[in-house]
């Protein structure tokens, strides 16, 4: 019997499953499958009404909800053991756990301060969120600005990026000014 990749991804589920510990997977897990749905979706159109591009769909479809649960379970896991061994995770998984860690130095960082009386720390906290900037791209030409930072941004033309505080730039993508995704700035501690 042919094992399909199906078949394949749904016994790495089943495993990670049934183990209390984070298991290893191969590094390319994702990327794989990712490699082989572009593949037979490139071999058929959903447009298409046929058997060969309904199976596709199908095929793309399980492939995704097993990898999908496979994520979860993995990601639930490391929150479970926030010490668990991150070389078991995939790349991909490490980029969904990096916010959470940093998360969990944030929280520690604010429990600190607060026990230590640390005042001024709790403020430059507090302050670093007041006045958060992102890189933006621009996705038609726009006049000058006038920042909530009291700056001067501007004036754009299409395709130009700028870094700007966040509000002003919630402000532009709901007008359509700004390409929809942006990019945050390293924070400097």
Do not use: C
């Amino acid at each position: 019997m042919i094992e399909t990749r199906a078949d394949k991804l749904y016994r790495m589920l089943e495993d990670e499953n049934n183990s209390k510990e984070l298991l290893k997977i191969p590094q390319d897990t994702y990327q794989e499958i990712a490699a082989h749905i572009k593949t037979i979706r490139a071999e058929s159109s959903e447009k298409e009404k046929s058997l060969a591009a309904e199976l596709s769909i199908a095929e793309r479809k399980i492939l995704s909800d097993i990898a999908r649960r496979l994520i979860g379970l993995r990601i639930q896991k490391f929150n479970r053991d926030p010490e668990a061994d991150v070389t078991n995770l995939s790349l991909e998984e490490r980029y969904i756990i990096e916010p959470l860690i940093q998360s969990r130095k944030r929280f520690e960082r604010i429990g600190e301060s607060m026990f230590n009386g640390q005042i001024g720390e709790l403020a430059h906290l507090s302050e670093s969120v007041k006045q958060k900037y992102v890189y933006v791209r621009f996705s038609q030409p726009y006049a000058a600005i006038s920042g909530i930072d009291l700056a001067t941004y501007g004036p754009f033309e299409p395709e130009d990026v700028a870094i700007l505080p966040l509000e002003n730039a919630k402000s532009l993508l709901k007008n359509g000014i700004i390409a929809k995704n942006w990019i945050e700035p390293d924070e400097q501690r």
